[in-house]
């Protein structure tokens, strides 16, 4: 099992001869993913060699416009593209809700050919939403490393002060300019971290399930992350001082790690329980009317919250499980709506529950996961200890300056405490949360986090 990483001359970014043995399909990364010092000005060649078309429309807000979304503007038009801009004016930050979506819905014209995105996070996401409803090709200029989803498919978004996610797709172009990702401020560039850090998590949990449900689990993907993070582990003080270097790892670890959904079609080796808790920290946040945080930053916190469970785990004796009392502590399927209801609040709770019917297992199958678990111990252990020191993630998260606790993510003691309780029942995707939870070992666990 192996793949190779390279640049073209042109400064795209290719994963080749990926070579795996597990049985998923691979498919070939059919994006253009641009990564280099200065390269916005080849934004014409890019989309020209593309044949996207002339006509544009280009989204931005005041901030993007200022900082690149003008200057590509004039340098599209200078090459004869016709440029229709669209820039969204907010007090403070933007949404991506219904408004936000809604004026870029309304901001393209009849005859436009393809769209450009300049920004991170949100203004990807309103623009990726309405490319794919007008099945129109994307452009997406990164303004920011501040998390993963460039090459996502899925957009969160925001309906009715809710958090959702609708179908989206990879922008057919990505460009991102180390000289401008680099002047995002540092807390953009710690939520990045964050982000990159949790698939640590994401890994051990997607490994483990292979190991109790039978899970495929893909040593290409899984590796293709590893050496990212890593490599953004040993080069923290780079990152810190933004140098071009340093953005750049930070940069394709959030692109690399983004590009495994393209090659295995899903989120698998990106996000696990961290991003459940970071979800739920945001849904609520919104439901709530409070400011939610930064996605990034809640992962990377999310992540440190996890961890103890897996060390505590790897320690754990389940040979001899009192099954007859797990048993007895098994909760209805009425006791579990109730609970889901209580945890993720109505409209949220009949979402996840209709999307994850999956979710409820009969004592039969929870039995063959105990015993799945049991025979599988020493693997797990082996991948838990594959885990870099814990200490190694907080120290780099401190040296950066990252925000290290629930509480500086402006989540209360309620909210957190809930949080961990349900990250199991977010989706079906198995989580050594889940595990804990099918051994009757997760209210142990969770002691520190009273109901
Ligand atoms: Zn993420
Ligand atoms: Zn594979």
Redesign the pocket.
Known sequence: MSYSLSYDSQSRLVISDVHCTCPLEHKEITEDIYVGEGIAKNIPAYIRKRNLGTRCTLVADTNTWALAGERIADSLTAEGFDVNPCVIRREGVMDPDESAVGEVLLAVRPQTDFLVSVGSGSLTDITRVNATRLRLPQVCVGTAPS??GYTSAVCPLILHGCKIHREGKCPEIIVCDIDILKTAPLKMVCSGVG?VLGKYIAKADWMISALVTGETYCPVCGEIVTDAVEKLLDNIDEIKSRSAKGIRILTEALLLSGMTISIIGNTRAV?SVE?NIAHYWEMMQLIHGKKPPM??SS?GVATLLAWPLFLRFADEDISHLDLDKIKAQRITREERVRWMKEAYEEEAANSIMRDNPGDFLTWEEQKARIEAAQAHMNEIRSVIASLPPLEKIRGAMERLGSEMTPEECGIDTKLLNLSMHCAKDYRTRYTLFKTLDELGLLKDYLADYPL
């Open positions: 998390m993963d982000d996000a991003h996605h990034g992962v």
